[in-house]
């Protein structure tokens, strides 16, 4: 497994790059469809994570997306949870992400990684517009400044993707 360190506003990351071909293989693998979800817009950010993702974690996230898409415009977000496809997932879903777009897409198919098979990771990522998935970005738990850090570059990959057009 090869890591690199790397340093962006003074926090240390480890980049897996492991995680990474999964998610890109994942994500080429399952293209089409979600092409399909996005259409024709621009840079999109999404967000996927599981049932499985901690309360807390996931509630800290919501607020900073919340925030995010004030500032960039509900379209421009699409969430990607991974949940039962059951009467009480659909339920939870509704209830809990009815202020965004989402799409529930099942684990297997469009992996989400997991770290030592433990619990799977949730993460960031921008679908540019000729559907390359980018940015990928792994938030970590009580630290939303290093998610705004995140969220200002893709505020600004989007806003030059709707420069250029």
Known sequence: MLETELMVSGYRW????ELYSKIYFNYFTNKVS???????????????YSKSTCGSCLMEDLQEIELFLQEIGKEKILLLPAYPDTREGRIELASVL?????VN???ESFLIPSQDGDFMQRYFAVIDEEGNLTMVFFPRSGDPNLTRIYFSAVREEIDKSNFIR
């Open 34 to 48: 979600i092409q399909e979800e996005i259409g024709g817009k621009t840079s999109v950010l999404v967000y996927r």
């Open 14 to 17: 480890i980049e897996n790059v």
């Open 105 to 107: 897409i099942p684990v």
């Open 98 to 102: 009815a202020k965004f777009n989402y």
